[in-house]
């Protein structure tokens, strides 16, 4: 199985790429071999400063980069030699197995929509994001990749949310919810009421009905659908929350010598709540939908994000995801195809 990883992708490459991918061949990579796609001599100048071996990876020097700040189409059509537009080339050609990236989502979805194409059956690919929750983590899509959506394009995102709810999340049976203001089937927009009828005729999944913002965080479905704007409004919502609140809970407990006393009992039950809420415990989001596996890590990621990243798409590689979903994708079209002859 052979990754490669944008080394020059995200707020802190190279040098956190590069931890990371050693991480990920120190932790799980029997069987995976991991290419770094970049700037051949920034690579091997951070590796030398800060003391990282890298003898067991194959590095592919590229000329260009695509920066945050980049139109993500000119910069898809015009950066050839960029690392994000050279390993999505290669990941089409059959020459990798999976792509990771922590730079741009724009141009990343781009790329992925021009290049490596999508399964049939899926118009544009959709950022799906573990999130945690009460009882467990649950798949929130999409996050950010497309910010207005078809009802069709909602339906496809229940199929493949579901899809990778069970191959890779390990959930049997998943059950797959829609954002919206109401638990009732007549609420929302024209869009999402329409939405409410493909999922809950949708034969692949197991339709909850709708969910409203403050219920899902308690875990009770799997999978959450909404379309890019709202999703991405979830997610970074739920993030600054629970930075508050962790940051609320220190203050607390830094009063006085009581208070100090009191946080070493529940020390192990706040690391718990610390580590669930940290992103970088997830690493990347998938973009769900695209013919081969593309997985979208934080900008901001460190060491541990980029690590956790590869993870994602040693999962979605060893679980035929793509493939799976395809099937899936074709079972939902073969039904309407029946329903409307």
Do not use: W
């Not at 956190?16 to 995976?32: K, P, R, T, Y």
């Not at 724009?106 to 959709?126: E, W, Y």
């Not at 100090?260 to 610390?274: N, P, Q, R, T």
């Not at 994000?305 to 079209?333: F, H, P, S, Y």
């Amino acid at each position: 199985m052979k990754i490669l990883v944008d080394a020059m992708g995200g707020d802190n490459a190279p040098l956190c790429v590069l931890q990371g991918v050693s991480q990920a061949a120190a932790e799980f990579g029997d069987g995976m071999e991991l290419v770094l796609l970049g700037e051949e001599k920034a690579i091997r100048d951070c590796a030398k400063e800060n003391k990282i071996d890298l003898a067991p990876f194959e590095i592919l020097n590229c000329t260009e980069t695509i920066d945050m700040h980049d139109d993500p189409v000119k910069a898809v059509r015009h950066k050839k030699d960029s690392s994000l537009v050279k390993g999505l080339t290669m990941l089409k050609n059959g020459e990798a197995d999976a792509f990771v990236s922590a730079g741009s989502t724009g141009a990343l979805h781009v790329g992925t929509s021009l290049i490596v194409r999508t399964v049939k059956g899926v118009k544009r690919p959709a950022l799906a994001t573990p999130m945690p929750g009460a009882k467990q983590n649950f798949l929130l899509l999409d996050c950010g990749a497309n910010v207005e959506c078809r009802p069709e394009m909602l339906n496809a995102f229940g199929t493949m949310g579901s899809v990778y709810a069970e191959k890779v999340m390990g959930r049997e049976t998943p059950k797959v919810a829609l954002v919206n203001n109401g638990a009732e089937d007549t609420k929302g927009t024209p869009t999402y009421r329409e939405a409410h009828k493909l999922l809950k005729a949708n034969p692949c999944i197991h339709f909850a009905g709708n969910i409203e913002p403050r219920y899902i965080m308690d875990g009770d479905v799997d999978v959450v659908v909404c379309d890019g704007f709202v999703g991405n409004v979830v997610l970074k919502l739920t993030e600054g929350v629970a930075k508050t609140l962790l940051g609320m809970l220190k203050k607390i407990f830094l009063q006085n010598l009581i208070t100090k006393l009191s946080y070493l009992g529940i020390k192990g039950g706040l690391g718990e709540l610390k580590r669930m809420m940290d992103s970088e415990e997830v690493g990347g989001a998938p973009l769900l939908g695209a013919a081969k596996p593309v997985i979208k890590a934080h900008g901001s990621s460190h060491a541990k994000g980029i690590k956790n990243a590869i993870r994602q798409a040693k999962l979605c590689v060893a679980n035929d995801l793509c493939g799976t979903m395809e099937k899936a994708l074709a079972e939902v079209a073969a039904q309407k195809e029946e329903a409307d002859a």
